[in-house]
């Protein structure tokens, strides 16, 4: 054994009983910044998630609507149901659904903001990037797997949110009593109704997204010189991702929502495929699988778009509120 050997031998063996060694100061400290960045990543993407959905709620609920139903989707015929509920239940049934959104959206956006902030940071160094943009396909891939993560594990609450948005409020009248329902009725199983297409869907539509927006910032670094693109331009990268996402991923968003929404309708879907050659032949492929596309259109930037600039926005907020923090003392 060597003398540095030896040495630790000896400091380890003079240790009284129920002593531990301390860990290295800088170990401690790249674990707390660890679990700060983590929890930073978390809080972010909630609210994030939540102001997003928020604004574009009932856009939303008009979409899953005419997703739901073999009727003719046209902005006219979209503004007349939303103008029909307003007069019939009144300006907030507009929102109806959004409680049962917020309490998916914001652990979704919670953990998928966060897996993703993670996923950089494990495949930055596995290929060398640590601290820097991603090559395109780790872009890509970190993306894909941080979409996938969150819908994993909350997708039961995707299910009833869908169910919510589809049926009178005498049917359903709170988040709790669409779970004891559907487990009754239709069992447990259902609340898992259509998590094949949405994982097929989130891959791409996450990855699409994630990749977009940050390939965006990335060519405007390189272009202007400035690491922090303004609020406008976070806007305007997060809705192009947003489009190019949501329009990869539409048609198993459709039948996504077909087979959640199946025991309400008086439909039965058994798989993806039967779903679409059920939608194609009824309806077809760009008036069935396509419904409600040009809503997306609107809805799906402006919603991607402040999703994305709201957890930059917040993630440069708790930085500074730290750094002030830690000044103060």
């Known amino acids: 054994m060597d003398q540095v050997g030896m040495g630790n031998a000896e400091h380890q063996g003079a240790l009284t009983k129920g002593e531990v060694l301390p860990r290295p100061a800088s170990s401690q400290s790249e674990g707390f910044k660890q679990g700060r960045s983590v929890l930073n990543s978390l809080l972010s993407g909630a609210f994030a998630g939540a102001v997003a959905k928020t604004a574009v709620a009932p856009l939303d609920r008009t979409k899953i609507i005419f997703q739901v139903s073999s009727n003719r989707f046209s902005a006219k015929e979209?503004?007349?149901?939303?103008?029909?509920t307003y007069l019939k239940d009144g300006f907030f049934s507009l929102w109806r659904g959004n409680s049962a959104t917020m309490v998916r959206v914001i652990p979704?956006?919670?953990?998928?903001?966060?897996?993703?902030e993670q996923y950089k940071r494990i495949l930055g160094q596995y290929y060398g990037f640590?601290?820097?943009?991603?090559?395109?396909?780790?872009?890509?891939?970190?993306?894909?797997?941080?979409?996938?993560?969150?819908?994993?594990?909350?997708?039961?609450?995707?299910?009833?949110?869908?169910?919510?948005?589809?049926?009178?409020?005498?049917?359903y009248s709170n988040i709790l009593h669409v779970?004891?329902?559907?487990?009754?009725?239709?069992?447990?199983?259902?609340?898992?109704?259509?998590?094949?297409?949405?994982?097929?869907?989130?891959?791409?539509?996450?990855?699409?997204?994630?990749?977009?927006?940050?390939?965006?910032?990335?060519?405007?670094?390189?272009?202007?010189?400035?690491s922090h693109p303004f609020s406008y331009?976070?806007?305007?990268?997060?809705?192009?991702a947003g489009l190019?996402?949501?329009?990869?991923?539409?048609?198993?968003?459709?039948?996504?929502?077909?087979?959640?929404?199946?025991?309400?309708?008086?439909?039965?879907?058994?798989?993806?495929?039967?779903?679409?050659?059920?939608?194609?032949?009824?309806?077809?492929?760009?008036?069935?699988l396509y419904k409600g596309l040009s809503m997306n259109w609107v809805k799906g930037p402006i919603a991607v778009g402040i999703s994305f600039m709201t957890f930059d926005l917040m993630q440069i907020l708790l930085r500074k509120l730290q750094q002030f923090g830690h000044?103060?003392?």
């Open 179 to 226: 779970f004891v329902r559907i487990s009754r009725e239709e069992g447990l199983q259902t609340l898992y109704r259509g998590f094949t297409p949405t994982i097929l869907g989130v891959m791409p539509y996450a990855g699409l997204s994630f990749f977009t927006y940050e390939t965006l910032k990335k060519i405007h670094t390189e272009h202007t010189g400035r």
């Open 130 to 171: 640590q601290g820097k943009a991603l090559p395109p396909v780790p872009r890509l891939l970190a993306g894909s797997l941080a979409g996938t993560t969150a819908a994993m594990i909350t997708y039961p609450l995707d299910m009833v949110r869908a169910r919510m948005a589809v049926t009178p409020k005498e049917m």
């Open 327 to 329: 000044s103060a003392r």
């Open 108 to 116: 979704y956006a919670a953990i998928q903001f966060c897996a993703h």
């Open 78 to 84: 979209a503004y007349r149901l939303i103008y029909r």
């Open 244 to 288: 190019i996402g949501q329009s990869a991923s539409y048609p198993l968003d459709v039948v996504r929502r077909r087979m959640q929404t199946a025991g309400v309708t008086g439909h039965t879907y058994g798989s993806i495929l039967g779903t679409m050659r059920e939608i194609v032949m009824e309806e077809g492929v760009i008036r069935g």
């Open 233 to 240: 331009e976070r806007l305007a990268f997060g809705a192009c």
